[in-house]
């Protein structure tokens, strides 16, 4: 007998061989004990979940000579027809092959006719979303009125691209993806049952890389078998599926960490050699980067990286990613991204220019000396009003706002300068629009009754531009981007600034 691969040989037969769909094969039985049976189903969800096998297993239950029962004795005719895919009475059919309205016509026409041999009619349309529009159009009216004896049994992986008057007339069950937990321990009865010795640590990678789908994990341990025979361990499970080992990983992450390009690309180079695809090393990488960062949120060892630092890198390999997928130099570009991660050490942290930037360290509140080089000449600094005074003249801005929103964001704009008895003295940066505007007679007038009611005493607000104040530079206002620290975090960053906003001391 030709031999028979392990995704075949180890196909569910019952509800109760189904892995990791327990709420479907609970619907399923109860609805079959009860004798609700559905007229349609759509079965969805990723590839190699069992939707196919759950579909087979419904027309079994349906046509057992027992039947309909949540049970199927697999022993019976129809049960061994619907097995062997030789019952003349349940029909699967490719979606993708048949996608015409010629095709859906036949089959109106053949629903017509009584079973030849068993109870029901099923037909499961396997990857029903690749239908047309008009072969769906013709499917609508027998889906709403369906004669007794058939049932209809639908599978896809994009439920999306089914109309909505198809699945509105349809028992729909989601299929889920299989842990990785309950894969491993499937493989681990079939490695015993076909007399193969696997390590654990091999069966819980192959688990792993079969992303939730218990075929694609069954055809990777057929392929690992095929390759290693009866010892399956996992430096062969890595070496078939082209996967890098977690200690080359460490490898290059600790040489990026110290700077070491060479000593990183002399890793990947070998990796490269053995099979290992720059497109899967990038992916392997990023998990590997994944699970430090979670380390280090949980204060655990990360070969002291920080998470500013393990967050950059993985933007980066995010980045080579998506370059990747849109050209064919996957080796030139995962050099390149190996390169710009050596060179983080000759990047500051965000906290380390705040530092420098604002003359403090984050957390303490204690101020620092700012190296001479990040200071502005004396001659550059704008004008600071004194803090006490900037205080009280936000509390006066904001009781602006709220009476006239206008004004107040006029007002906003100025700076106090003095406050007397009976005069305020508000500057403005020079040619200043608001303080055009502050200055009209009927604008004055109303702010002065404001300012005085705020102040509880009557006063006269006086408006002068910030040039022609003592103290005050005659000179156009400074932007950040003329200090040379805010242009190192602008170019860090790929950022620009949005707003100024004056900080308070400590």
Known sequence: ????????????????????????????????????????????????????????????????????????????????????????????????????????????????????????????????????????????????????????????????????????????????????????????????????????????????????????????????????????????????????????????????????????????????????????????????????????VKGEEALDLDLFQLRYWFRLCLRAEGEMARGDLQRLILEVTLLEMALWRELLSLEEILKKVKGFSLGDGEREEVPKEGMRSPEALPFVPDPELQAEWGEMVKFICGESPILGTFLQQGQLIALEERRLRVGFPPSSFALERLSEPSAKERLDRLLSSFLGREVSVEFSSLGSIPGAPDRPQPTPEDDPLVREALEVFGGKVVEVRPTKEA
């Open 1 to 296: 007998m030709s031999y028979i691969v392990l995704a075949r040989k180890w196909r569910p037969q019952t509800f109760d061989e189904l892995l990791g769909q327990d709420p479907i094969v609970r619907t399923l039985k109860n609805a079959l004990g009860k004798g609700r049976i559905a007229h349609a189903y759509l079965f969805s969800g990723p590839r190699g979940v069992g939707k196919t096998s759950t579909a087979r297993i419904l027309a079994k239950a349906l046509n057992c000579e027992r039947g309909p029962t949540p049970d199927p004795c697999n022993q019976c005719d129809a049960c061994r027809d619907i097995t062997n895919g030789t019952a003349v009475d349940v029909l699967e059919i490719d979606g993708a092959s048949h996608t015409g309205v010629d095709h859906i016509r036949d089959l109106r026409e053949a629903l017509h006719y009584m079973p030849s041999r068993f109870r029901y009619k099923v037909y499961i349309i396997d990857e029903v979303h690749m239908l047309s529009l008009s072969a769906f159009n013709a499917l609508l009216k027998t889906l709403e009125e369906p004669p007794a004896h058939v049932v209809f049994i639908f599978a896809t992986t994009e439920p999306q691209k089914v109309p909505l008057t198809v699945l509105s007339r349809c028992q729909r069950f989601d299929f889920r993806r299989i842990p990785s937990g309950v894969i491993f321990e499937h493989l681990k009865r079939i490695c015993e049952a076909e007399g193969v010795r696997a390590s654990s640590e091999a069966l819980a990678l192959i688990a792993e890389k079969a992303s939730g789908s218990m075929r694609d994990a069954q055809s990777l341990l057929d392929q690992v078998i095929a390759y290693a025979g009866e010892e399956v361990d996992l430096p062969l499970v890595q070496e078939v599926l082209g996967i890098a080992d977690r200690e080359s990983l460490r490898q290059v992450v600790e040489a990026l960490k110290e700077g070491d390009v060479q000593g990183a690309l002399q890793v990947v180079g070998d990796l490269y050699e053995k099979g290992v695809s720059p497109s899967d090393f990038l992916k392997e990488l990023m998990l590997y980067l994944r699970d430090l960062m979670l380390a280090r």
